[in-house]
């Protein structure tokens, strides 16, 4: 079993780390292996989904910002800061709750094999 961790390396079951390079041997053999097995003996990479509270913690204004916005609100009569950070709420629920999923693997993979199919006669 293979795993993509990124676009310039592969990570094989005994957490050995192969470099995408047309040189190195242990990207030949992935190749290969990929050719003859399938693309099922390759996970893609995995993918890091913030949760709700990182999210909106990267959206919402400093929180000088936030006092001064909630200082002018004040002399206004407007609700600025109010409707500010109920947009933010409503974009980012608290059902979005974040974690780690297995993207798909890349097309330059395939591309890669096809390449070698037609090289190899296979």
């Known amino acids: 079993m293979y795993k993509i961790t990124s676009e310039n390396q592969i990570l094989i079951s005994n957490n050995t780390i192969i470099l995408v390079r047309e040189d190195n041997p242990y990207y030949q053999k ?28 990267q959206e919402y204004p400093s929180l000088q910002e936030q006092e001064d916005i909630r200082y002018w609100d004040e002399i206004n ?6 409707d500010t950070i109920t947009a933010i709420k409503e974009k980012y629920p608290k059902t ?3 974690g780690i999923k297995i993207g798909p693997v890349p097309d330059w993979v395939m591309e ?7 090289k190899n006669s296979l």
């Open 30 to 57: 992935f190749i290969q292996d990929v050719a003859e097995q399938g693309i099922e003996i390759v996970e893609g990479p995995d993918i890091i989904e913030l949760s709700y509270i990182e999210l909106r913690q």
């Open 77 to 82: 009569g407007t609700t600025v800061w109010k």
């Open 96 to 98: 979005i709750t974040g």
């Open 112 to 118: 890669e094999v096809n390449k070698w199919k037609e």
